[in-house]
């Protein structure tokens, strides 16, 4: 990728503070042709020694103590003759209603721009056991926070990564204002009442799972729909009978 800046400030805890950040794939990399920007990112290092060390020595290829990043006022471009795309954060925020969430679409739920940010760190403490945090925000609209529990594989660093096990995994939606948005929005955009449009949105947040051969039970289905008419919060926790590998998931 291509990366540019317009300032870097060093921490004296080994944060990396980026402004006016705009990384672009290389058209040889294989990577999708979207530029992400971002108004200011922080690289999160475990210290301000393992900085200088990496620099001079290359990086270690223990698994760092910490290690993670955040982003404010990030935007994806897509390549010409693309279709943005926007994400809430949000599960099945559209659905029923329109096939996909646009930067369009969602200014006019906002009332006018968002400037969204995310947020994930991972840390190790001891032996295979990591933990992944991760957190992102539309000021107005929408919170979400949440933790992967993974036992790291065998060999060096990357391969430790690449061969990872989720054990758990927990996400929270908070809904500050989004859900009675979204509804007004696709009301008037389907003229439906508010009880039809909950019910096909409903319905067509379960048929969602059909292509992966799953039907959600009445516990799940009734848990969502509330959520969908009432916002408050949702979480989701997914516990595997047995070890999955991360790049199944």
């Not at 989720?166 to 003229?191: E, M, P, S």
């Amino acid at each position: 990728v291509d990366v540019r800046r317009s300032g870097t400030v060093l921490g004296l805890n080994g944060d990396i503070g980026i402004r006016g950040l705009v990384v672009t794939p290389r058209s040889e990399s294989g990577l999708p042709q979207s530029t992400l920007r971002a108004e200011r990112a922080v690289v999160r290092t475990p210290g301000l020694w393992w900085l200088l060390r990496s620099s001079l020595f290359g990086v270690p290829k223990e698994i760092p103590s910490r290690f993670g990043f955040r982003l404010d006022g990030a935007e994806v471009e897509p390549a010409d003759g693309a279709v943005a795309s926007q994400s809430v954060l949000f599960p099945f925020d559209l659905a029923g209603c329109e096939p996909a969430m646009t930067p369009e679409i969602l200014e006019k739920i906002a009332g006018g721009p968002t400037k969204p940010s995310f947020e994930a760190m991972m840390t190790h403490a001891r032996g295979n056991e990591v933990l992944l945090r991760f957190e992102g925000a539309l000021p107005g609209l929408v919170s979400t926070d949440g933790e992967m529990e993974l036992a790291l594989g065998s060999g060096e660093l990357p391969q430790q990564v690449a061969t990872a096990t989720l054990q758990n995994i927990r996400v929270t939606y908070n809904d500050h204002g989004f859900v009675d948005k979204r509804n007004a929005y696709c009301q008037a955009r389907a003229g439906l009442d508010i009880a039809t449009f909950l019910a096909q949105h409903v319905e067509a947040a379960s048929q969602s799972f059909a292509p992966m051969g799953l039907k959600p039970g009445a516990a799940m289905t009734q848990s969502y729909a509330g959520f969908s008419k009432d916002g408050g919060t949702l979480t989701v926790v997914a516990r595997p009978l047995k070890p999955m590998p991360l790049a199944g998931l």
